[in-house]
């Protein structure tokens, strides 16, 4: 483990992100819209998470 | 201190102490007292949640670590926070918040059973207890350093502003305040970053300066073999464990959220907060990287935040900074001493008194808000000859993270696990935990994801021979999108 390159870590991170923002899209709008009865686009929680998911790909990109 | 500056930390002491008591003639029962009456709404909690988040240690210690490892101490707020609080917004916090608990150990309490809730309630708070003693001392020690006050008398200021709040206007008087606290935080972050960003010559000189003598402080990861952070632990401990434990299971940090309106306010506010802890590091690691670049003359990292303020920032933005230091401290205590409250109200004196009667409870939540902030600057004076005990504390609380991550996360995503096998997995848990920390004496962040591992696969296995919750409860208490209209 000692000899693992810092490099990977910053891969890594990238992979976990790029895999949450892929499993994202799994959450039905229904379920996260609940009880609402206003639906805007901007609601969508989905695209909350991929714009916080896009500044962490850029923050460990400019990082690495 | 110039008259400037003392003038806004008054000024801001009077401002949080009318908004809160304002708010107390809201309160009619413990559902407004705890739950806010459920009327937040995302942004005021979403910036609620990054008060109670950010404490004296965020601040001064991060600024300290940052002056030593550089960008890689932000990865508390980045890998460290932000998948675990994407998935708190669309699983764990709609779950919650659709089954009307009013704490964690409450929604424990009906997935498991009760044993389950009351060892979580007792331990969380006894550890708040400490907790709170160690912020109502860092908050006067703050004042001591920066006003002179004696350390009694920040204690007695501190714990009367703080109290005068909190116990009349109870959550949503903390959640409006901590709101107004974050934003004057974020404030002085920005003005810091510009102004040293400019004096450093713009932001490549700044980068240049501080690569030339230290150059893996733009790293975001230290290296495999480092004692402190290695990168393997960090990411497998803090970013699997550490971090889905606290941002899914916290009861100060989560409580915001069963308080919210409606179930996408609820999801909406962590979102919100994630957002904003994107962005935290500009506050907490920023000043430590700037007093590096302009080889600040301070004899101990800690010391890189108070150089910054005092040699760095002008006269009334200094003032700013201060309250905003002020206002971490202070909306880490008010936000301990309302869950602290909520948990021994309802979580352990409903269960070992048998009694479920909740007609008392606003009463109560008050006095034991009182009895905590009172007990917490009694502590607070002696909290260096207590630091031993802190820390056992702070060791014992976190053997029970990664079994209680395996509780939340096979509880809440499949109908398997059994009340059972939920208790006996917390209790072999923490032992496998004691084992492999205090015995074998493993980093803390391996031990995590190790008691993590040992957690899911003893849960998945015992429920496998023990008798399930029944369907109609599980319906409510388990996450199923996909089943309902």
New interface residues.
């Given amino acids: 483990?000692?000899?693992?390159p810092?490099a990977?870590?910053?891969y890594?991170?990238m992979g976990?992100?790029i895999f949450?923002g892929c499993l994202?899209w799994i959450?039905?709008k229904?379920?996260?819209?609940?009880?609402?009865s206003e639906t805007d686009r901007w609601?969508d929680?989905?695209i909350?998470?991929m714009?916080?998911?896009g500044?962490?790909l850029t923050?460990?990109w400019i990082?690495? | 201190m110039h008259p400037l500056d003392l003038a806004i930390i008054i000024g801001y002491l009077a401002l949080i102490t009318f908004v809160g008591i304002k708010l107390g003639s809201k309160v009619k029962n413990a559902h407004d007292f705890f739950l806010a009456g459920r009327s937040l709404t995302w942004w005021v909690i979403g910036l609620s949640i990054i008060g109670t988040n950010i404490d004296t240690n965020s601040y001064v210690g991060a600024s300290g670590n940052a002056y030593n490892v550089g960008?890689a101490q932000a990865n508390f707020e980045?890998?460290g926070a932000?998948?675990a609080m994407?998935?708190a917004?669309?699983?764990f916090i709609?779950l919650y918040w659709?089954a009307g608990v009013y704490s964690i150990p409450e929604y424990l309490g009906l997935r498991y059973n009760q044993g389950v809730r009351v060892v979580a309630a007792l331990i969380a708070s006894i550890f708040a207890v400490f907790a709170l003693g160690v912020a109502m001392w860092a908050l006067a020690l703050t004042l001591e350093t920066y006003l002179g006050w004696p350390i009694w008398v920040g204690i007695l200021v501190s714990g009367t502003v703080v109290g005068l709040y909190s116990i009349a206007g109870g959550l949503a008087a903390v959640a409006i305040t901590d709101s107004i606290q974050v934003s004057i935080m974020f404030l002085c972050g920005i003005i810091i970053v510009g102004i040293g960003i400019s004096d450093a010559g713009g932001f490549s000189a700044f980068a240049t300066t501080l690569t030339q003598d230290n150059p893996t402080h733009?790293?975001?990861?230290?290296?495999?073999?480092d004692e402190g952070f290695?990168?393997?632990g960090?990411?497998l401990g803090l970013?699997f464990v550490l971090s889905p434990a606290y941002w899914i299971g916290s009861q100060a940090i989560l409580q915001r959220t069963l308080g919210a309106r409606?179930?996408?306010d609820a999801?909406?506010s962590m979102?919100?907060a994630?957002?904003a802890k994107?962005f935290i590091p500009l506050l907490v690691v920023f000043p430590g990287i700037l007093a590096l670049v302009m080889k600040a003359d301070i004899d101990y990292p800690d010391m890189a935040l108070p150089w910054v303020i005092k040699n760095v920032l002008p006269p009334g933005i200094s003032g700013l900074m201060f309250v905003a230091i002020i206002a971490a401290l202070q909306s880490s205590i008010d936000s301990g001493v309302n869950s602290t409250s909520l948990m021994i109200t309802r979580d352990i004196r409903h269960v070992l008194m048998k009694n479920h009667d909740t007609a008392n409870d606003l009463k109560v939540g008050r006095y034991l808000t009182l009895v905590l902030l009172l007990s917490s600057m009694c502590i607070a004076p002696f909290i260096g000859d207590l630091g031993g005990i802190f820390t056992f504390l702070q060791t014992i609380l976190s053997l029970f993270q990664g079994p209680m991550l395996a509780l939340l996360l096979l509880g809440a995503m499949t109908q398997r696990a059994t009340p059972m096998a939920g208790l006996w997995t917390l209790v072999s848990g923490v032992l496998v935990s004691a084992l492999l920390l205090i015995v074998l004496e493993w980093n803390l962040l391996y031990v995590a994801f190790v008691s993590f591992c040992y957690s899911m696969v003893a849960l998945w296995t015992v429920s496998g021979f023990t008798e399930k919750l029944s369907a109609e409860k599980l319906a409510t208490l388990t996450y199923r999108?996909?089943s309902?209209t």
């Fill in positions: 483990m000692i000899d693992l810092v990977w870590a910053n890594i991170s976990i992100f949450l994202v959450v039905p229904k379920a996260i819209l609940a009880g609402q609601r929680l989905r909350w998470a714009v916080l998911i500044l962490q923050i460990y990082f690495s | 960008i980045w890998i932000i998948p994407i998935i917004s669309l699983i709609p659709r733009l790293q975001a990861y230290l290296p495999a073999d290695p990168w393997p960090v990411i970013g409606t179930q996408w999801s909406a979102m919100f994630a957002l994107t999108p996909w309902r």
